[in-house]
């Protein structure tokens, strides 16, 4: 399989992990010249999300090395395409997990590009030209406009980045389900980088919203620091039966193997729990909580690019940005490890731009 075709031409520097030991390390590659539908974009700063840390260490057996990581991206164009009429260069926008999809399915036609069996992703994947696709860890990229969105001018672009992955990762469920309807009670399950966001969203929806998590030391954060109006404690028995069906709706953004049954006993009647963390082993789901409370179970996947641009014009509106650390492209490696552990509040977000301490 080729990592490049002949119209690549451009070099560029970025940081890759070139085996399953997970280390990044300086990586110059080339990138493909910017077609007429494309634009070209100067990476200001990108994302470090969970799925990284899995893709660097090959933890799903799937990573093509090198693998140059990162789809939480910001930058400001330098290029466009003859075809492109909807950027300019100067714009300020946003690359997220989707760099290619067949664009004729049923999926991509209702703007649900991110469901499409052709799907192929900013990293880790393969392009229209055959090329394995490098991602945001990276001083430049060219993506093709189709899944490029514009950043609003009132959102900074660091702490906008994340949101093309965590931000619209639980934006969409939360759409799609209707869990906008103010006065209603969510819950969120995991006080990470997707449930510090989906906390400010639920508030800014006018919803009641418990956080569910198994450390009682992140209740101060949780309700001082992110307006969280209630909190439970999932270690608690007493804490948990205080909760039971008080709740219209839970996102479940936990990436380790838990029991859906006590947070299904959460629901009230005819509620529902989506998941939108990816833990490596099966979840429980015992079928009582299910029967008894006539609740539902579904999934959800980040969302198609109309639905990003909408979740980042409502980001706008709403002042609402991910709560950061930034960090230098040579403090990656320790970002990593240090994500690993859960140790951040919320996201790491590497300045592109910033000098190394070396």
């Given at each position: 399989?080729?990592?490049t075709?002949?119209?690549?031409?451009?070099?560029?520097?970025?940081?890759?992990?070139?085996?399953?030991?997970?280390?990044?390390?300086?990586?110059?590659?080339k990138r493909?010249?910017?077609?007429?539908d494309?634009?070209?974009?100067?990476?200001?700063?990108?994302?470090?999300?969970?799925?990284?840390l899995?893709?660097v260490?090959?933890?799903?057996g799937?990573?093509?090395y090198?693998?140059?990581?990162?789809?939480?991206?910001?930058g400001v164009i330098?290029?466009?395409?003859?075809n492109?009429?909807?950027?300019?260069?100067?714009?300020?926008?946003g690359?997220g997990?989707?760099?290619?999809?067949?664009?004729?399915?049923?999926?991509?036609?209702?703007?649900?590009?991110?469901?499409?069996?052709?799907?192929q992703?900013?990293?880790?994947?393969i392009?229209?030209?055959?090329s394995?696709?490098?991602?945001?860890?990276s001083?430049?990229?060219?993506?093709d406009?189709?899944?490029?969105v514009h950043?609003?001018d009132?959102?900074?672009?660091?702490a906008?980045?994340?949101?093309?992955?965590?931000?619209?990762?639980?934006?969409?469920?939360?759409?799609?389900?209707?869990?906008?309807?103010?006065?209603?009670?969510?819950?969120v399950?995991?006080?990470?980088?997707?449930?510090h966001?989906?906390?400010?969203?639920?508030?800014?929806?006018?919803?009641?919203v418990?956080v569910?998590?198994t450390?009682?030391?992140?209740?101060?954060?949780a309700?001082?620091?992110?307006?969280?109006?209630?909190?439970?404690?999932?270690?608690?028995?007493?804490?948990?039966?205080?909760?039971?069906?008080?709740?219209?709706?839970?996102?479940?953004t936990?990436?380790?193997?838990?029991s859906?049954g006590?947070?299904?006993?959460?629901?009230?009647?005819?509620?529902?729990?989506?998941?939108?963390?990816?833990?490596?082993?099966?979840?429980?789901?015992p079928?009582?909580?299910?029967?008894?409370?006539k609740r539902?179970?579904?999934?959800?996947?980040?969302?198609?690019m109309?639905?990003?641009?909408?979740?980042?014009d409502?980001?706008?509106?709403?002042?609402?940005?991910?709560?950061?650390?930034?960090?230098?492209?040579?403090?990656i490696?320790?970002?990593?490890?240090?994500?690993?552990?859960?140790d951040?509040?919320y996201?790491f977000v590497?300045?592109?731009?910033?000098a190394?301490d070396r």
């Amino acid at each position: 399989m080729t990592e490049t075709t002949p119209n690549h031409t451009q070099t560029v520097e970025g940081w890759a992990a070139m085996n399953s030991s997970g280390k990044i390390t300086p990586f110059v590659f080339k990138r493909r010249e910017n077609g007429v539908d494309d634009v070209t974009i100067k990476v200001l700063y990108c994302g470090i999300c969970h799925t990284d840390l899995h893709h660097v260490k090959d933890d799903w057996g799937i990573t093509m090395y090198p693998v140059v990581p990162g789809h939480e991206i910001t930058g400001v164009i330098t290029k466009v395409g003859s075809n492109v009429t909807n950027f300019k260069v100067g714009d300020r926008v946003g690359v997220g997990c989707l760099a290619a999809t067949c664009l004729a399915c049923e999926f991509c036609k209702a703007s649900e590009e991110n469901y499409c069996d052709k799907v192929q992703f900013t990293y880790n994947g393969i392009f229209w030209d055959g090329s394995i696709t490098y991602g945001g860890y990276s001083k430049m990229l060219v993506a093709d406009k189709r899944y490029v969105v514009h950043v609003p001018d009132s959102l900074p672009l660091d702490a906008a980045a994340p949101l093309l992955c965590a931000g619209i990762t639980v934006f969409s469920p939360m759409k799609h389900y209707n869990m906008s309807q103010t006065g209603k009670k969510l819950g969120v399950v995991g006080l990470g980088g997707l449930g510090h966001v989906a906390i400010k969203f639920g508030k800014a929806f006018g919803l009641h919203v418990t956080v569910i998590s198994t450390s009682p030391s992140k209740e101060k954060e949780a309700k001082e620091r992110l307006g969280a109006d209630d909190f439970i404690v999932s270690t608690d028995p007493e804490s948990m039966k205080r909760g039971a069906r008080s709740l219209d709706y839970i996102i479940d953004t936990v990436a380790a193997k838990h029991s859906l049954g006590p947070i299904l006993e959460l629901l009230t009647v005819r509620g529902t729990l989506v998941l939108v963390g990816a833990p490596d082993k099966p979840l429980d789901l015992p079928s009582f909580p299910l029967i008894f409370g006539k609740r539902n179970v579904a999934g959800s996947i980040i969302g198609g690019m109309k639905e990003t641009q909408e979740m980042l014009d409502f980001c706008g509106e709403h002042n609402i940005y991910c709560d950061i650390e930034l960090v230098k492209p040579d403090y990656i490696n320790e970002a990593l490890d240090r994500l690993a552990r859960n140790d951040v509040r919320y996201r790491f977000v590497i300045d592109i731009d910033a000098a190394s301490d070396r």
